[in-house]
């Protein structure tokens, strides 16, 4: 596939974007980075060798007595000193380079409730003993990906709502512009609560709500730039040619519409994120034991004596957010016509 | 005109509704109101006037593109005006449009190629062919082969205009309506497609519906015209004739503003007093009777309808009413 000029340009002038070039970078690699973080922190090895016996635990579930004799028929506990020390005679094991899930329990000498940042936890551990660091790449992950699914979603739905009133126009225009007065005139976050206390929210369900109200965010711009477009007259030939509707919206206005699209996903994204973040920090988030960076706001304002709680989070979600917000306004920079490639004016 | 004309428009009304609200009466612009006329097959009827007197409109209304406020389209004997969208929609191939600015028909990205294939693949035609079709299809209107890989901002004004034109024709029209297909192109490129268009008529035998204000142009490739005013037609006649003897005052001021090719050629200047009355509004009685050199009493209440004066020339005047135009002249003066 060949680039139209117009994209090269685009694609140019985004590169010619130093801090939104590099950023989009130290995005992407901690993104796929945390795509792995399985590998990454886990309380099991990656491979492991046990008197000449080959084990993947990060792959497979082993039983105990599966992997030596004093084991119990459950689940290997690979963090259980005898264990180690078994295979420390009798074979290797390679670990991540962070030996905790989200979820393990730090055992050790000292306490390990709220244990400053050390070898043994590089960011120290929480109030209920666990890893920051392994949260902290956990709840990255986990942020990131609501709010892609989120942005995705509603994108999609917005999208399609501005075009349909934009393109109709008239009473379907009308009816849908006070439709969504209304609808976005609901206490979210009300509704949010008593859901919260119906059913406990997971990451579909929550998904789901915020849908029911993101949607609305693009609906404006993309309505304003079908009811500039289903009057250009290449949008009148094509339907003179008899070109559906659907496909005169899809093929000859959206593709023009795109710009002001494309131009708020960054924005919508780093949206997103916040929004889960500050459910989380309210407890109405994910369900409890979750990864989350909001849930890591809250325990560093339960716990000010412990500030690398508080300093991490505020640390990886600013510095997030603000990837984000770089990569936007570069993204913003690109599609503006008036831009000349090589950054310019 | 023996059989069934190709195009037929019966007292066709388009009002358009400006502003107003939940309690605000909303004022309705008579755009087009009342008109009739025909095309035959292979005909080129010229729709001329001022700018707002509803021409294009009319050419709209015909393909449908807004809905009518009343009034009847035939194409070929059968009424197209009240079909339902999915019904209407075989029948859009037969009437295709060609708009007056070169730079906003043509979507900016799309290729050449696939702004010709639209109407192929829309319509079924030359399943498979597409290339030879889109190569024949370049050569009709003049354009290098390598045009299809190409983007629309690689082309003049002009070349658009012909990519345009060659649209239209992808989908086997017997009708082509030509929004002011010229009017906003350099003279020299002018020419080319006007005598493009001539040449296409006259091979692929397409009627046409050439909606222009530029009566030279309008007289060089004509048929017949019809002069608009306000929402109507006011007269339609052979080119000839009416160039030959204008009935209308309005059409006799339009001719007499056209430019003579020909240093100190005298002639009479009709300069038209004020301006066109709001659409909103029109004066009673005959609509030009606020502007007409000749009008008198009964203009002012009592609207003329369009009637025969000779053969094919119609016109809606008092003055050409009675049985001795020209006393009633001696009258109005």
Excluded at chain 1, 328 to 338: H, I, K, L, Q, T
Aim: proline letters at 7%; charged letters at 20%.
């Amino acid at each position: 596939m060949t680039l139209s000029p117009i994209t090269r340009r685009r694609l140019a002038n985004f590169r010619a974007n130093r801090r939104g070039w590099i950023s989009l970078w130290i995005f992407g690699a901690l993104f796929v980075l945390s795509l792995f973080a399985e590998l990454v922190a886990n309380d099991r090895p990656i491979v492991a060798q046990v008197d000449g016996r080959w084990f993947f635990p990060v792959f497979v579930e082993y039983a105990g007595d599966e992997v030596w004799e004093g084991g119990l028929p459950t689940a290997a506990d690979w963090h259980d000193p005898e264990l180690r020390q078994a295979i420390a005679a009798r074979g290797w094991a390679i670990w991540p380079p962070i030996p905790y899930r989200h979820d393990t329990l730090v055992i050790g000498d000292p306490p390990t409730v709220l244990s400053p940042p050390s070898a043994r936890n590089w960011l120290g551990t929480d109030d209920q003993a666990r890893d920051v660091l392994a949260r902290v790449i956990y709840g990255f992950r986990i942020s990131v990906l609501f709010g892609f699914t989120l942005t995705l979603i509603s994108s999609v739905i917005g999208i399609a709502a501005g075009a349909v009133q934009g393109y109709y126009g008239g009473l379907t225009d009308l009816l849908f512009q006070r439709f969504i007065e209304i609808w976005s005139g609901m206490p979210q976050l009300y509704l949010l609560i008593i859901l919260a206390a119906v059913i406990e929210p997971s990451f579909v369900t929550l998904l789901l709500f915020l849908l029911l109200f993101s949607w609305m965010g693009l609906t404006g711009v993309v309505r304003a730039e079908f009811l500039r477009g289903r009057n250009l007259d290449y949008v009148r030939a094509a339907k003179a040619l008899g070109v559906s509707d659907v496909r005169v919206m899809a093929r000859h206005i959206l593709p023009n519409a795109m710009v002001a699209t494309l131009t708020f996903l960054p924005f919508i994204l780093s949206g997103s994120v916040t929004v889960l973040a500050s459910l989380d920090f309210l407890g109405f988030g994910l369900p409890p034991g979750s990864p989350s960076l909001g849930e890591l706001v809250a325990q560093g304002r339960n716990n000010l004596q412990a500030p690398w709680l508080g300093i991490t989070a505020f640390v990886v979600l600013g510095g997030t957010l603000t990837l984000l917000i770089f990569i936007g306004e570069a993204v913003r920079d690109a599609f503006d016509p008036r831009k000349l490639p090589g950054g310019g004016r | 005109m023996s059989a069934i004309p190709l195009l037929q428009a019966t007292d066709i009304v388009k009002h358009f509704p400006v502003g107003g609200g939940l309690f605000a009466k909303a004022r309705i612009v008579r755009a087009v109101d009342g008109v009739s006329f025909e095309i035959a097959r292979g005909e080129t009827l010229s729709l001329v006037g001022e700018s707002g007197c509803g021409k294009s409109t009319v050419g709209r209304a015909v393909l449908r593109l807004v809905p009518l406020t009343s009034g009847q389209v035939l194409l070929d004997g059968q009424r197209i005006d009240d079909l339902s969208a999915s019904a209407l929609r075989p029948l859009r191939r037969r009437m295709q449009v060609v708009f007056q600015d070169p730079f906003s028909s043509l979507n900016p990205r799309m290729r050449v190629r696939d702004v010709l294939i639209e109407p192929m693949r829309n319509f079924g035609l030359h399943e498979g062919r597409w290339d030879a079709r889109i190569a024949e299809l370049l050569d009709l209107v003049r354009l290098p082969k390598d045009s299809a890989g190409r983007w629309p901002h690689e082309f003049s004004g002009g070349q658009r205009q012909r990519i345009g034109i060659a649209r239209a024709l992808a989908a086997e029209p017997d009708l082509i309506v030509c929004d002011e297909a010229v009017s906003a192109l350099d003279v020299s490129v002018k020419a080319q497609v006007v005598n493009l268009l001539q040449d296409l008529q006259a091979d692929l035998g397409l009627a046409m519906l050439f909606i222009s204000h530029d009566l030279a142009i309008v007289e060089h490739m004509t048929h017949r015209i019809a002069v608009m005013y306000l929402g109507r037609i006011v007269e339609v006649a052979e080119r000839r004739s009416l160039f030959a003897a204008p009935k209308h005052p309005y059409t006799e001021a339009l001719l007499s503003a056209v430019p003579v090719p020909e240093p100190g050629a005298q002639r009479r200047r009709i300069i038209l007093a004020g301006d066109v009355p709001s659409p909103v509004n029109p004066p009673s009685g005959c609509r030009f009777h606020t502007r007409c050199p000749y009008a008198f009493d009964r203009c002012r209440s009592e609207e003329p309808a369009l009637r025969a004066t000779a053969a094919g020339h119609l016109v809606a005047c008092h003055l050409h009413e009675g049985p001795d135009p020209a006393k009633l002249l001696a009258r109005a003066a």
